[in-house]
């Protein structure tokens, strides 16, 4: 295996998000896609606009997301509307259609915390048997765990 020396120097952030690579194309995507986003959610009733996102471009057909089948529903019957709005944008020209698609929203699930307790009994315990192990490893580890008993006040 050999390692080649690059002849190239890193570039500014700026020029890579902004370039004409490939990630300058997905920023410049990422703008458009919030730019009708926020475009048709100022055009929206405040509960609808709150269920809606924009999940990209392809073909001509912009994916809308809602997180409700009901939502969805609704979006099926304002598709005309929508797209007259989009056309107003002179980015969005092309847009000839809508995919539309129901992705429920799941908060993330916090684990219940786990708190266990060690007696100061059961730390003296720990510890008069981390007082006659060779091993240092172990005698760390039981000191360690005998340091988390209550203390006896």
């Known amino acids: 295996?050999?390692?080649?020396?690059?002849?190239?120097?890193?570039?500014?952030?700026?020029?890579?998000?902004?370039?004409?690579?490939?990630?300058?194309?997905?920023?410049?995507?990422?703008?458009?896609?919030?730019?009708?986003?926020?475009?048709?959610?100022?055009?929206?009733?405040?509960?609808?606009?709150?269920h809606l996102f924009v999940g990209g471009y392809e073909s001509g057909r912009l994916t809308l997301i809602t997180d409700g089948a009901a939502w969805l529903t609704r979006l099926r019957y304002e598709q005309p509307r929508l797209l007259q709005l989009l056309h107003q944008l002179p980015e969005?020209?092309?847009?000839?259609?809508?995919?539309?698609?129901?992705?429920?929203?799941?908060?993330?699930?916090?684990?219940?915390?786990?708190s266990r307790h060690l007696s100061a009994n059961?730390?003296?315990?720990?510890?008069?048997?981390?007082?006659?192990v060779d091993d240092p490893e172990l005698k760390r580890a039981l000191e360690r765990l005998a340091s988390h008993a209550e203390k006896k006040q």
């Open 92 to 114: 969005f020209q092309a847009v000839t259609g809508f995919h539309l698609k129901v992705r429920p929203v799941r908060p993330a699930r916090i684990p219940p915390r786990q």
């Open 122 to 132: 059961a730390g003296n315990e720990v510890s008069s048997c981390a007082a006659d």
């Open 1 to 50: 295996m050999s390692i080649k020396v690059k002849r190239f120097r890193a570039q500014p952030m700026s020029r890579l998000l902004n370039g004409r690579g490939e990630l300058g194309d997905l920023m410049r995507m990422a703008h458009l896609i919030e730019k009708a986003q926020n475009h048709l959610r100022e055009q929206l009733s405040a509960e609808l606009a709150e």
